[in-house]
């Protein structure tokens, strides 16, 4: 049997233990109970610290409790404190009984050891041959007409303004490892395009960060601070810093739903380019559903991206909606399907004199992608994209299709 069945297995069987051992006192085995949940979820968060708190909190209160004592002696093994960790196995076979699965548990617990903090970390690479329709973001119309003192104007775009095509080859990967035993997780993102011929447009970006679980009462949270640099043709082009906090509120929902609030704060710099920089606040609300093989959420969101400098259109305000299906099909197969919506509105002409129009965007993307897992650790996944760019300014109008397969490695 593997150690986590096992795990689990002993668990329930403890859970009905203490119940028995704790059915003359009522008042004292809720108040266990509470902090033995509680002690539970920041196990599962990967509040470890947090946990042996809240463990010791529910021996106090309930000190026949026999689950919040294994709990807290696997506790202390994962943190590397193997002392405390054999005197509570010894406590645990001495006192309550142990059956023959518990002890096994404890038997295989002591052979891995408890010499060291279990960190937890995962890595995922992958690799990418693609087709982009329009990789420079190219208008649909190759003319524009301006209002001027002595009548209309009409300019024809040149070819660099046209969309254009071609393939790429495109290397990801991603890093998460626990930087701290209550739960703390630093991770690092890295992605690279390289164009076949446009290498102009070639992108790559890097981001880095910190995420952090807490806990009050009921409510749960995850904050997240992050800085990105990404390039464009070889060249910096965005500098990003970001401060987020993810809240899931104590609601009584139906079994399998989720819902959470997103807030954010972004700063962009632009070193090439002038009077781009902002900072975005964004608040979304994010409700997920799962069962069985299936998976649904749906988010929206409100956006306010205040320019710092004399940006064209000045601050804009916008909003955001996305709906996302997934579905297991058997056999390794997974289906997935994804729509966003996403709009601009800013607050001022975009450019006094030339463009006197106050920019309203409306950007839509629907993609799909069918993944087949060859095993726990490889899998291929072809994905299909479509983006549809509406504005009032036509010269910013452009579609794009984009299509590509990839292989992904998940490590361990």
Known sequence: MRLASLRAWCVLSLLLLGAGARAGDEPQ???????????????????????TAELRR?????????????????????????????????????????????????????????????VFSSAVISASRGYDQNVNQGARTTRYVVDAPGGQVEYELSGD????????????????????????????????????????????????????????????????????????????YQRQGQLQARVVPPLHLPQGAQFNLVGAITYNSFPSLTNFDST??????????????????????????HALAQRPGGDRKGSFANLLLRRHLGYGINTEFGYSRQTWHSSRAYSPGLIEQVREQVTQVVRGNLSYAINKQHSLVLEARMVRNRENISIFQYNNRQLQLSWQWQLP
């Open 280 to 305: 975005t606040q964004e608040l979304r609300g994010h409700l997920s559903w799962r069962g069985g093989d299936s998976y649904a959420s749906a988010t929206l969101g409100y956006l306010n991206d």
């Open 58 to 118: 529910a021996i106090e209160q309930s000190p026949n409790h026999a689950g919040a004592w294994l709990e807290l002696a696997l506790t202390h093994c994962a943190l590397g404190n193997s002392d405390e960790a054999e005197r509570l196995f010894a406590l645990i076979e001495t006192r309550f009984n142990p059956s023959p699965a518990l002890l096994e548990l404890i038997a295989q617990t002591r052979e891995q050891g408890c010499s060291r903090w279990d």
């Open 161 to 236: 303004f046209t969309p254009r095509s071609d393939r790429y080859t495109q290397v990801a990967g991603e890093y998460l490892r626990e930087v701290t035993s209550n739960g703390v997780l630093g991770f690092v993102q890295y992605q690279l395009r390289h164009n076949d011929s446009l290498h102009q447009y070639d992108t790559s970006s890097l981001f880095a960060g910190l995420e952090a679980p807490y806990r009050w009462g009921g409510w749960r949270l995850r904050a997240t601070g992050t800085l990105g640099l990404v390039t464009l043709g070889g060249q910096l």
């Open 29 to 51: 085995a809720a108040t266990g109970e509470d902090l033995y949940l509680q002690a539970l979820q920041s196990i599962s968060e990967g509040r470890r610290t947090d946990a």
